[in-house]
Every structure is written in structure tokens, then in C-alpha cells.
């Protein structure tokens, strides 16, 4: 059955085959018309390249000798334009495009051709693959001083782009670095770089992307950056370990990644004036640094300014200015109550703190607060900050008397006193006179002696050929100041009241002395002064009044007016001297008068005139200061007499004497009597002139005499 079913199809095969033959044989033949075909759809499209095709569906009853595809940039390209030749026949075909050009429109079409011409397909469309590329910059890394790494972003849009930046000090740029990764391709996002060098520290800097493909160039936006270092910062900060002399400066600074030298200027005002190179100078990196400096040789207690100064390539900058106060101030004294006082002695008290600077300790005392004398403390000097006690132990006082007395304490930074506080020394011995010291030509020669204020005990103290006299016992009793030409001019001397120790007290060539007188305290002599002349009166050897300390420094001219001036005495408060002054300037052999002035020169007056004579203060004043004695005429017979200061309640107290002086007590006088056959004798008084009694009464001249 099966086989009997493949014969009938197969005779049915053969019929329909065989049919149109048939027909042919039976009917005319249509003629021939071009190719019928259509356009495949453009696929693998790429920036140069595609692939497309067609379907040749009939050959229009004449063989198709060719087909293809033809393209171009217009609607319904041709085979004018470019095409493909990819066969003959009919059926689907393939074709290649290539040489295209990225991203551009194209128009396409199948073609076919036989003999009747050429047919073509439906125009498509498509764009190649490929744009202009995008680009853009993203912020610089890896800054440094001179040194950065450029960024960016982009897309190639399917096209080798070459990839650059531009950079420079501003939006010109005028630089150009190629980036690492150029040139790139694709149609993905690329990051893309480049390390740049060279650069100038501290500074802005701006840069692009620049991307170069085929379809065109694009420039990506402007960024900018700045190169690491600035201009330093310094900030002062306050001064340690300040001492009298020294401190250490600080300051913290930031030197902004460039190497910073870092100095201290500093000075007592804000000009400074002194500069110090901080001890870590020179710094570097970019955080902040402390800094120091230790200065010395500052000066104690005073205020100094200071400022930090950092300096780098990109410029100087100063930190604010600050101030500190160098240890040391002025010392500060204070005078304590005196402590283990006699007749003769007492112990100065006092206390002081030094404020850390070394001071010399001196105590200033005296019968007046002229003070006049000084007693170094036994502490001195002293120094640290802290109160101490300082104490003088002094000597050779007068009993009986009052005493002022003051601290005085001396640093580098000045000069400060304490209170002025007195005290009064113990009455212990006598209070009256029991000495006499006097010259005498008793040995054949002028020289001093003294005795007892009886006249007994008669001892010689200097034996020379000089011509001794003058003598003036010091207050307490234990130095004899004297007047000698035992050098060629007639000088003060001193020596002990034993005699011993004879000392010219000072060197003065050309110049004699007269007259010398204590102070009441012993700390000064007072005595007239003048250049030595070939006479008594010509040429006038004008003489002033002077003083100078008892041990001989610091002569001071206290008259300076060409008047003969002499015969001083201080007054027992220290603030006046009396003294003879000639009448004229240039007169040294007429009449001279008693004045009174002040202690320092000033307010001179005349307070004893004498008319046509000499009026001198010989003796002068009473324990008390209440009288001055004096003579007038100053010619025999001498008129002995005592006056108050302001010169009234002239008394004549002798007509025939000279006065020496007062007794300790002010009751006595002391006085050279002249009405002796043998020249002048010593004598003695009560002070209102009764009860006058010699004491030594001899055929030698005793002259000059003084007690104690």
C-alpha cells in the first residue's frame, strides 16, 4: 500500500513539472523589466565602518549581473556614489561598508542591475559612531611647593582623542602637559592625568582639559590651585624665665611649607633695636612650631618690647608686640630705732630689701639731716628679694647729743633712704672741757702741746723745724687737726691726740690754709684757702672758705668772690658758718668784718662791721649756737666780745684777749690774754666774762689754743 502511494506522487510530480512547458510551448514570452529588490537594515554600525545588505527578490526576467549597496551624505544615493559590489543574482546579500566617516548622517540603498538597468531599494538612514569628545577637569592632587598632579575626566565618543592640559598663572594658561593616558578611545569615561613641575611656591594656578579627537576639539572648564607655602604666620607669645638680666623669648609660628628663618627683635621701645635668631630657626613643613630665644645682658627692672619675625621666599611677617619687665627695682629701705647707744657710740638699724639686684647699704648720720657723715652697713651689699636686716656700728660721738640718721640703699636702678630717725647719745662722762691743746715756742721752736685744763701735765706733741699751730681738737676728743709748712706751704695736718700718726691731710702745691674748724659730728673740716704771695699784702693772696671730708676727700669751694675770706666756723646745727671777710675785693691788709652766710655759701651778711679795723670770729660759736665769739679791734689791745647770730647784743666780755673757744659745757671761755710782759698767756672765763683765771702764764708765746 505504502509503495503504491510514493508512485502516485511521484507521477503527480512529474506532471506539474512538465506543465508549464507546456504552457511555454502554447504562449508568447512577457519581456524583461529591472530587478526587484529591498534594502537590509544598516547593523554593526562603528565610526568608519558598517555593515548593511539587500534581498534581490526577482531579476525582473533578465539576469542580475551585479548588486550591492550604494551610500552617501544625500537622500537616495546611487552607484554614482560610493557602493559595494557583493554579487550577482537573486537572493539576500551582505555588504561591508567602510571609509566611512565617524559620526556623519549617511543616506543607503540596496542596488541591483541587469540588462534592462538598475534597480534600487528603499534609502535608510544611519550615523556612524563617533562626536566631538567631552572633557572635564577635576581638582589637582599631590600639591606640593612646586609640584601638582592635573586631573580630569573624559570620553573619547568612540574616537582616539588625544588628551592635554593646559595650565599657567591665569585663564591664558600658556602651558602644555600631555596627559599620561593619551592618546584614549572608547565610549566609556577615562580618567586621565598629569604630573606637572616646575612650579613657584605659594602660588594660584589655573588649568583645562584640552580633547582632540577627529570631529573636533573641546576645552574642558577652568579649575584652579595653589602651590603649597605661603607667606609664614608667627604669633608672639609671652616671655619666660625672665631674671635681672635675661629672659627667654617665644613665639609660635607656622612657616607654610617653605623654609622660614625666624628672629626676635626686641628693644626697650618698639623700635627695638636688638634682634636674636630664634634657636630652631631655620623651619619648615606646615604646622605651627614653638620657638625661643634666651637673650642676656638686659638691663634690671626695666620694661623691654619683643616681637617674632618670620621670613620665607613668599614674604615677612611680624607677630604682635608683647612686653616684660626684667627683674630688679629700686631698693627699698627702711630706718629702724638705734640700738646699743653710749656716750660715744651707737649701733645704726635699719632694714631693706634689695629686689634682686646687688645694693650697697650706707648709713648717712649726723646733728642735722644734712647727716655729713656715712657708715657702710656690715651686711653690705646685700641682694635677693626678701627683707634683711642691716646694721652700722659708728663711734666717736659726742655725749650728750642728738643724733639723725637714715638708711641709704644703692643698686643699679637708683638710690632710695630710709626715714630720718634720731636718737641721743648717753651723757656717760663728763660734759665738761678737760683738755687744752695750743703752739707754743716753748721748745724754741713753734710746735703743739697740750695739757690739762689746770695747766698741769704739759706734754709736746709735734717736734720739727716747721712752724707748727692751729691746733683744733676733733668732737670726740681723739684727733688734733693742725696747721704745718713742714711740706713748703702752710697745710692742714691730723694726727691722734697722743700725737701719733701725723698725716698731711691732703696734697694742695701753691696753696696755703688757715684757720681749720670741725663739724660737730667730726665728718668735716671747714678752713680758708689761698695761693701762696711773695708777702702779706702783695701780691694780695686772696683766700675763699672751703671744706672737706675729715679724712682728707672731696675738697669743696664754698666762697668764690676774690675777697680775703677766713677764720670759719660751722655752726654746731650744720646750716651756718661764720667767718672774717675783707671789706673790698682784692683787700688783703685793711679792714675785714664778721659775716654769717649759709652752710652752702649763699646769704652772706655782715654782722660785725668794723670801722677803719678788723673785726674776726675768733672762738666761734657757743655749744648752743645761741653766741659767736669775736675780737675788735683785731689790733692790741684786742677787745674780747660775744654777739648773737643775727649780729645784735654785742657784750665785751675782755679788752684785752683773743677767744680760743667754749668750753664742752658752754659755761666756760678759753682765751690768749695779752697783758703779760711775756707775751700772750692762756686764760679762762666763765662764759659771761667774770671769774677770769690764767692757766698758763709763762715767758713763751702759747697761741691758738683749743679745748676739749
Known amino acids: 500500500m505504502k509503495n503504491l502511494l510514493l508512485r502516485k506522487t511521484a507521477l503527480l510530480f512529474l506532471v506539474f513539472a512538465l506543465f508549464p512547458l507546456t504552457l511555454s510551448d502554447c504562449t508568447k514570452a512577457d519581456p524583461a523589466i529591472k530587478p526587484v529588490l529591498s534594502t537590509s537594515s544598516v547593523i554593526n554600525i562603528a565610526a568608519t565602518t558598517a555593515t548593511a545588505g539587500g534581498f534581490v527578490t526577482s531579476d525582473g526576467g533578465a539576469e542580475v549581473t551585479s548588486y550591492g549597496v550604494c551610500w552617501g551624505t544625500n537622500a537616495n544615493p546611487s552607484i554614482s556614489d560610493s557602493k559595494t559590489s557583493d554579487g550577482a543574482g537573486i537572493g539576500q546579500f551582505v555588504s561591508s561598508l567602510t571609509g566611512l566617516t565617524a559620526g556623519t548622517a549617511y543616506h543607503i540603498r540596496a542596488y541591483a542591475i541587469n540588462s534592462v538597468g538598475t534597480s534600487y531599494g528603499t534609502d535608510i538612514t ?25 586631573n580630569g575626566i573624559i570620553n573619547p565618543n568612540n574616537l582616539s582623542t588625544t588628551v592635554t592640559f593646559e595650565y599657567g598663572l591665569n585663564t591664558t594658561y600658556g602651558q ?39 570631529i573636533g576639539t573641546i576645552n574642558g ?49 618698639t623700635s627695638y633695636g636688638l634682634t636674636a635668631t630664634a634657636a630652631q630657626s631655620p623651619i619648615t613643613g606646615g604646622s605651627i612650631v614653638n620657638v625661643s630665644k634666651d637673650i642676656a645682658s638686659l638691663n634690671s ?27 630688679g627695682q629700686t631698693p627699698e629701705s627702711a630706718t629702724i630705732p638705734a640700738t646699743n647707744i653710749t656716750a660715744t657710740a651707737a649701733t645704726l638699724n635699719g632694714i631693706v630689701n634689695a629686689n634682686y639686684l646687688s645694693t650697697s647699704i650706707t648709713f648717712e648720720y649726723g646733728l642735722t639731716t644734712s647727716y655729713g657723715q656715712t657708715a657702710t652697713a656690715s651686711q ?25 640718721y637714715r ?49 698741769t701735765n704739759k706734754i709736746q706733741l709735734t717736734t720739727n723745724s716747721a712752724a707748727d699751730n692751729a691746733p683744733r681738737w676733733s ?7 693742725f696747721i704745718s709748712n713742714r711740706n713748703g706751704y702752710y697745710q692742714m695736718w691730723t694726727m691722734n691726740s697722743d700725737g701719733t700718726n701725723q698725716t698731711l691731710l691732703y696734697t694742695d702745691p701753691g696753696y696755703n690754709h688757715e684757720g681749720p674748724s670741725w663739724s660737730k659730728d667730726g665728718s668735716l673740716i671747714y678752713y680758708s684757702r689761698g695761693l701762696t704771695g711773695s708777702g702779706t699784702c702783695t701780691p694780695c693772696p686772696t683766700y675763699e672758705i672751703w671744706r672737706i671730708n675729715a679724712d682728707g676727700t672731696n675738697p669743696v669751694r664754698i666762697t668764690n668772690d676774690n675777697f680775703r675770706d677766713h677764720s670759719p666756723y660751722l655752726s654746731p ?52 649756737g645761741t653766741k659767736i665769739l669775736y675780737i675788735y679791734p683785731a689790733g692790741l689791745p684786742y677787745g674780747l666780745y660775744t654777739m648773737n647770730p643775727d649780729g645784735t647784743g654785742k657784750t665785751l666780755l675782755d679788752s684785752n684777749g683773743i677767744a680760743c673757744g667754749y668750753s664742752k659745757d658752754g659755761s666756760k671761755i678759753l682765751y690768749l690774754n695779752f697783758s703779760g710782759s711775756g707775751g700772750c698767756d692762756i686764760w679762762i672765763m666763765n662764759s659771761d666774762g667774770t671769774n677770769k683765771k690764767a692757766i698758763a702764764t709763762t715767758s713763751f708765746t702759747e697761741d691758738n689754743a683749743d679745748l676739749y
Open 573 to 624: 646745727d650744720g646750716q651756718k658758718i661764720v667767718f672774717a671777710k675783707a671789706k673790698s675785693a682784692g683787700d688783703c691788709c685793711n679792714a675785714t668784718d664778721v659775716c654769717i652766710m649759709n652752710s652752702d655759701g649763699t646769704n652772706m651778711q655782715r654782722i660785725a662791721v668794723a670801722s677803719g679795723t678788723y673785726s674776726w670770729p675768733y672762738g666761734g660759736w657757743s655749744p648752743d
Open 475 to 481: 668732737p670726740d676728743g681723739s684727733r688734733i687737726v
Open 221 to 269: 572648564s577652568d579649575l584652579s590651585f595653589i602651590t603649597l607655602g605661603q607667606a609664614p604666620a608667627g604669633v608672639t607669645q609671652p616671655a619666660t624665665n625672665v631674671l635681672t638680666t635675661g629672659a627667654t623669648l617665644n613665639g609660635a609660628i607656622n612657616p607654610n611649607s617653605v623654609s622660614t628663618t625666624v628672629t626676635f627683635e626686641y628693644g626697650t621701645t
Open 126 to 150: 544611519f550615523t556612524t559612531l563617533g562626536q566631538s569628545p567631552t572633557g572635564l577637569a577635576q581638582p589637582a592632587s599631590n600639591i606640593s611647593l612646586i609640584s601638582a598632579t592635573l
Open 407 to 455: 638708711l641709704k640703699g644703692t643698686n643699679s636702678m637708683g638710690t632710695t633712704y630710709g626715714n630720718d630717725i634720731s636718737f641721743t647719745t648717753n651723757s656717760g662722762g663728763t660734759t665738761t672741757s678737760s683738755l687744752i691743746a695750743y703752739s707754743s715756742n716753748e721748745s724754741g721752736n713753734s710746735d703743739i702741746w697740750k695739757m690739762n685744763i689746770d695747766g
Open 301 to 327: 627692672g626695666t620694661t623691654y618690647h619683643f616681637r617674632v619675625k618670620t621670613v620665607n621666599s613668599l614674604g615677612t611677617i611680624y607677630g604682635g608686640d608683647m612686653l616684660f619687665v626684667t627683674l
Open 176 to 214: 602644555t602637559i600631555t596627559a599620561t593616558q593619551s592618546p584614549v578611545t572608547g565610549n566609556n569615561l577615562a580618567i586621565v592625568s598629569a604630573d606637572i613641575s616646575g612650579l613657584t611656591q605659594g602660588t594660584v594656578y589655573h588649568f583645562r582639559v584640552k580633547t582632540v579627537n577627529s
Open 380 to 404: 653690705s651689699p646685700v641682694t635677693g628679694n626678701s627683707i634683711i636686716n642691716v646694721s652700722a656700728s659708728i663711734s666717736g660721738l659726742v655725749g650728750g647729743t642728738n643724733y639723725h
